[in-house]
């Protein structure tokens, strides 16, 4: 399952170098030979300790670890909405994504300029939501026009359309986001057809000095990442066993880059299974509330309708059996059916009817 960040913002925020601290935890892109990686994407390992314990009872051949897509998306200016700056490619690109890093600076640096001379974390997020809002109420406008021709036939699909596309226009013309408004089920289905951006799951990033003291977070009630990406830079370019002892010498219990990749994770709903055995070690990435024959066919798309049952364990129990052979022995291994929902951390082995 590919599924993509883009981390959006003014110029001179810091998006390129959180960008660039984020692809130095890039996996093999030999893992991943159904995903191409362009100069401004990286395929990010999702942060998961999991694997290693599993990987110390298993003794696997290789680990392959969960990913998550970041994009860097070209800088936004005020007035990108209507073609300013690199807004017409900046808005195509951020479409393409599946939700929305938004790097917002605090830091002060008198040789990095600010495109609008001044330091307003709140007022840069402001400006970068506002255009994102005016861009997603000119494509409700122009779709509203033509579905609104098409409701005067009766045509009951295009009548529920003009209704909830007016809904949208209401809430976009008051400078609110899609996402917080209140949708049926039908509705949200429909809005996916749309295209719209400020329906997308969002993370703020506040990119702060390492001196900082404790910063208020931004205004909206929204949760807040506080990432020195200068730092984090510096952290990622370090070897893997160093990388701990540094963020401890910090006083840190992981990095910023770990926080802002499980968040990232989370906002866009997923949960991990894993698998274990002597060739791999492997967590599996799939949308919270997937049923079991769903989640074998990330494994293998033909599993899904060859799917005859799934024997499950927790991790955890796992380790404290100490072996699958012992797991089973004790009764701890479950056998679920098609309607089972695959829990984060289960390990999961599928029979499949080939």
Request: hydrophobic letters at 40%; glycine letters at 8%.
């Amino acid at each position: 399952m590919s599924l993509s960040i883009g981390i959006v913002g003014l110029p001179n925020v810091g998006k390129s170098t959180l960008f660039n601290a984020l692809t130095k935890k890039q996996v093999e892109a030999s893992n991943y030979p159904f995903c191409t990686i362009d100069p401004n994407v990286g395929a990010v390992k999702v942060p998961d300790d999991r694997l290693d314990k599993l990987a110390a009872m298993s003794k696997p051949k290789k680990i392959v670890p969960a990913f998550i897509e970041f994009v860097d998306i070209a800088g936004l200016v005020k007035g990108a909405s209507t073609g300013e700056g690199l807004g017409n490619q900046f808005l195509s690109h951020i479409r393409e994504c599946d939700a929305i890093c938004e790097v917002v600076r605090e830091f002060k640096d008198e040789n990095v300029i600010h495109v609008n001379g001044k330091i307003d974390p709140d007022g840069d997020k402001e400006t970068i939501n506002l255009e994102l809002i005016l861009a997603d109420l000119t494509t409700v406008t122009k779709r509203l026009e033509k579905v609104g021709r098409e409701a005067k036939s009766g045509d009951k699909g295009a009548v529920a359309l003009k209704k909830l596309l007016e809904k949208l226009e209401v809430q976009l013309s008051a400078g609110r986001a899609a996402r917080e408004l209140e949708l049926t089920d039908d509705e949200k289905k429909e809005v996916k057809n749309l295209g719209l951006i400020t329906v997308k799951p969002i993370i703020y990033v506040l990119n702060v000095k390492e001196e900082t003291p404790l910063i208020p977070p931004l205004q909206g009630g929204q949760e807040v990442i506080y990432i020195n990406a200068k730092l984090e830079a510096e952290i990622a370019s370090l070897p893997d066993e160093e990388q701990a002892e540094y963020i401890k010498a910090l006083g840190l219990d992981q990095s910023g880059l770990d926080k802002l990749i499980k968040a990232a994770y989370d906002i866009l709903g997923l949960v991990t299974f894993l698998t274990t055995g002597p060739d791999e070690t492997r967590a599996w990435t799939i949308k919270r509330g997937a049923k079991a024959p769903l989640a074998a066919g990330v494994i293998h798309t033909d599993f899904v309708k060859g799917f005859v049952r799934a024997e499950v364990i927790n991790w955890e129990k796992l380790i404290q059996a100490g072996s699958e052979a012992k797991a089973r022995e004790l009764g701890w291994i479950r056998t679920e059916g098609k309607e089972y929902i695959v829990q984060d951390g289960d390990v999961c082995n599928f029979l499949i009817n080939k």
